[in-house]
């Protein structure tokens, strides 16, 4: 355990979709950054159309630069404020795939997820997304209700 300078959660990985769970998944994940020194990375999955050219998956890139944007920037001054590294990163295919993907390629320590879904079916199951990067990522995952 000495060996860790800065505590576990030195690289935090927080899925976002624009949802409200999903801001408040960033709020925890930079509130844990502020107290353990990581870093953050906000990342974005967009959905490709099925199949999908390599011109209509640049357009779907633009479309969700576009459509993420807003929800960055007012996540990157939270981050700024308190001066939590942050970097953003939107990719292209299946939100769970990708998650996992990018927290195993990028050496995260913790997923951080905002809770989806209402009805009685989605409570047990979470969401596919979040169930999925909770049974396959190979590092912690925390849903924020």
Request: charged share 20%; with cysteine.
């Amino acid at each position: 355990m000495s060996g860790m300078r800065h505590g576990v959660f030195r690289r935090i990985l927080v899925g976002y979709d624009t949802s409200a769970q999903s801001h408040k998944a960033a709020a925890v994940a930079l509130s844990i950054a502020a107290c353990m020194d990581s870093e953050v990375l906000l990342f974005a999955v967009a959905r490709p159309p099925e199949p999908a050219t390599s011109v209509e998956l640049s357009a779907v890139l633009d479309d969700a630069r576009e459509h993420f944007e807003q929800g960055f920037k007012s996540i990157e001054s939270e981050a700024m404020k308190n001066g939590i590294r942050l970097t953003t990163q939107i990719a292209v295919g299946h939100p769970a795939e990708q998650i996992i993907h990018r927290a195993e390629a990028g050496g995260i320590d913790l997923v951080v997820l905002g809770r989806r879904g209402t009805s009685l079916f989605e409570k047990w199951i979470l969401g596919s997304v979040s169930e999925r990067v909770l049974r396959y990522a190979h590092c912690p995952v925390m849903v924020v209700r």
